[in-house]
Structure formats: structure tokens, C-alpha cells
């Protein structure tokens, strides 16, 4: 994904073009966009937490038409879900913060969900952001300064893949975050609540081979998740000192004890 200088894209995915490969798998909305700028031939599988017809990759989610189809598993729209988490968590938190890639596509639909549930409950967020690992300590900085009770971790391919940087800023920041992907929570993060992402991977796997035996992406509707999962991890809520409510627990789909 570039490192998250999404401004390298662009070219990548012409070097791509250039080789006349015979299908582009775009694990990230940023590189599906530059994809399909770069061929309208070419068929793209894309993976990403955007909603692809608001956000114009594709004509419809049943058929897609053009060379695009892929997977989407919402993320950005569960914004407000997560927000309700940390009010959980944290109810007396009078901010709650906001870490996000600021030229991903994915976060200015996060951040607009996010901006109208938080208005609605009375909510004060802070955003902060990081366009590379360089900018994490200063992020987390502002958070702590700022009295945050709590972070929600942005829907982004950057962010994802920084997960056990941001897992290790926030224990020794000793602030509860909450992710949209269970894989951190094994590693170590407080919680999430998301799609599973192993399983809109190889659900795009799948769509791949099928065109390689001569689909038409245009004709595969684009799948969207059944599933969501909140999984919570009692020892980093323990090492928090954080006590996790009876009712959350009772929700969720996996406790690590």
C-alpha cells in the first residue's frame, strides 16, 4: 500500500498496466481508484471499508458493471457503532478522539458518520491524523493531551497494517482504543467491532479466480459482509485498569481471558 503515500499509487498502478497483468487485486480503496483511472480494461477486485457507490467505483453494489467488482465490509459506516463502544467504555469521557489517514478515501465518510453521531448524543471528538508512522507519537500526543478517554482507530489500509504500533502507543499512553479489525485485539488492542477481514480477502481470492476463468467483473455483484464481530481482550483491559461493563461483555462475539 505504498507506505501509506498514497500519492505513489497512481504510478504503481500504470507500472502494473504497463505489464498488461492480467487482473489487479486492490486490497485498499486508494488502490482500487488508482487502478481504475489507470484501465478500464484490465479487471480490478477490490477490497475496502468504503461504500463503492457513494463513492463512485462502482455503478451499483448488485451490478457493477465496467472492470470493477470486489468486497466491502463497511467499515467506515460502523464509525457511530464504535463511537457507542467507547461511551461504554468510557462514559464520562468528555472527548473522545478520532486517529485517521487524512487522504484516504475511506475517512472523510468515516468522519462525516462519525461528526453526525457524535452531535447527536452531545459527543465532543477530536481528530487527529497520520499520513506515516512518523506522525503516530505526535497523534497520540495530542490525544493525551487533550484528555481523550478514548481513540477510535480509522478505517484505513495504512492504519491497519501500523496495528501493532498503534496496540504498543496505546498501552503506554494507557488509553482505550477501539479498532474494526479482531486480528489487533489478539495482539493485544482493548476492542473492535468489525467484519472479519482474513474472510473479505478470500472472498476477493474467490471472485480472482473466477474471473481468470472468464467472468466478467461488471457482472459480479459486490459482496458485502453478513457478520460483524465485537471482540474484547480482558488482560489489556486489565492492564488499563479499565473495567469492561457486564452488558458489553455479554455482547461479545470472543473474550481473551
Do not use: C
Not at 233 to 241: C, D, F, K, Y
Request: cysteine-free; overall charge neutral.
Amino acid at each position: 500500500m505504498a507506505e501509506g503515500q498514497y500519492d505513489r499509487l497512481p504510478a504503481l498502478a500504470a507500472e502494473l498496466v504497463g505489464r498488461r497483468v492480467d487482473l489487479i487485486a486492490a486490497l485498499a480503496p486508494p488502490a482500487a481508484f488508482a487502478a481504475k483511472a489507470a484501465t478500464t480494461i484490465i479487471p480490478i477486485v477490490f477490497v475496502g471499508a468504503l461504500d463503492p457507490v457513494k463513492a463512485g467505483l462502482v455503478a451499483s453494489l448488485n451490478r457493477p458493471g465496467g472492470n470493477v467488482t470486489g468486497v466491502t465490509f463497511i467499515g467506515a459506516s460502523l464509525g457511530a457503532k464504535r463511537l457507542e463502544l467507547a461511551r461504554e467504555l468510557v462514559p464520562n469521557a468528555g472527548v473522545i478522539a478520532v486517529l485517521t489517514h487524512p487522504n484516504s478515501p475511506d475517512a472523510s465518510e468515516e468522519l462525516r458518520d462519525l461528526n453526525t453521531a457524535a452531535k447527536a448524543i452531545g459527543q465532543e471528538l477530536l481528530v487527529v491524523s497520520a499520513t506515516s508512522d512518523r506522525d503516530f507519537e505526535a497523534a497520540f500526543a495530542s490525544v493525551v493531551q487533550h484528555r481523550a478517554g478514548a481513540v477510535l482507530i480509522g478505517q484505513d489500509p495504512f492504519l491497519f497494517q501500523a496495528g501493532g504500533q498503534l496496540v504498543a502507543l496505546a498501552a503506554r499512553h494507557r488509553i482505550p482504543a477501539i479498532y474494526g479489525n479482531s486480528e489487533l485485539v489478539s495482539a493485544g488492542a482493548l476492542i473492535s467491532y468489525g467484519a472479519s477481514l482474513p474472510d473479505a480477502w478470500r472472498l476477493a481470492g474467490v471472485y480472482a479466480g473466477r474471473i481468470l476463468k472468464g467472468a466478467k467483473p461488471g457482472d459480479l455483484p459486490v459482496v458485502q459482509p453478513t457478520k460483524f464481530e465485537l471482540v474484547i481482550n480482558l488482560q489489556t483491559a486489565r492492564a488499563l485498569g479499565l473495567e469492561i461493563p457486564q452488558t458489553l461483555l455479554a455482547r461479545a462475539d470472543e473474550v481473551i481471558e
